[in-house]
């Protein structure tokens, strides 16, 4: 029998782990919730649409376990909160880890983390709460991933990182071997990072710039 499971959230996010929890879990999804002041619609994909201040009341937690899903907003603090207000209540948080994922470090991921297809997760890995890793990344051997990250897709982190508390890491980045990166930083698409990073740093890539000639100029396409 599978487990009943509230989603926080009503955007696309929210709407992903709908599918995915549904097509790939032992859970199922019974309802969503957000704060009342959001509230737009009494329902979302087609499940009751309910405040969060009303949900112990409509949805026990000694029967149902819950799953925030929310992005990296404010640097992964409004998911942090509303993952330690889901606690308070008393509901198990429960997390996603795609069939399609290569885990290999004997389980070592903590509640509330949404880890989607074709990440491979090499041994000794340690993977904090409330952590999203989108599809298609590489976390190195012995590397620490802290609570409340964001990882978006094709991010190689070599092994024996150590990744502070609510990071955000963007698509295509790459962080070298045994480097410590600060909490709350902001690494950016395609961004080679090297060295130790302090707490709060932004490192941003240089984007490709449109060429002077024109594509009807160009003669070998």
């Known amino acids: 029998m599978k487990k009943p499971l509230v989603i926080f959230g009503l955007g696309e996010i929210a709407q992903?782990?709908?599918?995915?929890?549904?097509?790939?879990?032992?859970?199922?999804?019974?309802?969503?919730?957000?704060?009342?002041?959001?509230?737009?619609?009494?329902?979302?994909?087609?499940?009751?649409?309910?405040?969060?201040?009303?949900?112990?009341?409509?949805?026990?937690?000694?029967?149902?376990?819950?799953?925030?899903?929310?992005?990296?907003?404010?640097?992964?603090?409004?998911?942090?909160?509303k993952f330690l207000a889901a606690k308070a209540l008393g509901y198990r948080i429960a997390s996603y880890v795609s069939s399609r994922a290569t885990v290999l470090n004997d389980?070592?991921?903590?509640?509330?983390?949404?880890?989607?297809?074709?990440?491979?997760?090499?041994?000794?890995?340690?993977?904090?709460?409330?952590?999203?890793?989108?599809?298609?990344?590489?976390?190195?051997?012995?590397?620490?991933?802290?609570?409340?990250?964001?990882?978006?897709s094709h991010v190689v982190i070599s092994g024996g990182v150590d990744l502070g508390e609510s990071c955000f890491i963007g698509v295509n980045a790459t962080l070298?071997?045994?480097?410590?990166?600060?909490?709350?930083?902001?690494?950016?698409?395609?961004?080679?990072l090297l060295a130790d990073a302090e707490p709060e740093g932004v490192y941003i890539g240089i984007a490709t710039e449109r060429s002077k000639v024109p594509s009807t100029k160009l003669r070998k396409i």
């Open 16 to 81: 992903l782990a709908h599918y995915y929890f549904s097509t790939d879990s032992n859970y199922e999804v019974v309802a969503f919730t957000v704060d009342a002041a959001y509230i737009t619609a009494t329902e979302f994909c087609g499940l009751p649409a309910v405040p969060f201040e009303e949900l112990a009341n409509l949805y026990s937690t000694d029967t149902h376990e819950i799953f925030v899903a929310l992005s990296y907003s404010k640097l992964n603090q409004l998911r942090k909160e």
């Open 107 to 152: 389980g070592r991921i903590g509640d509330n983390c949404f880890i989607l297809e074709d990440n491979t997760i090499q041994p000794f890995v340690t993977i904090g709460n409330n952590v999203t890793l989108w599809s298609g990344n590489h976390i190195g051997h012995h590397s620490i991933i802290h609570d409340h990250c964001f990882i978006a």
């Open 176 to 192: 070298r071997d045994h480097i410590r990166v600060g909490e709350k930083c902001v690494v950016g698409a395609s961004v080679l």
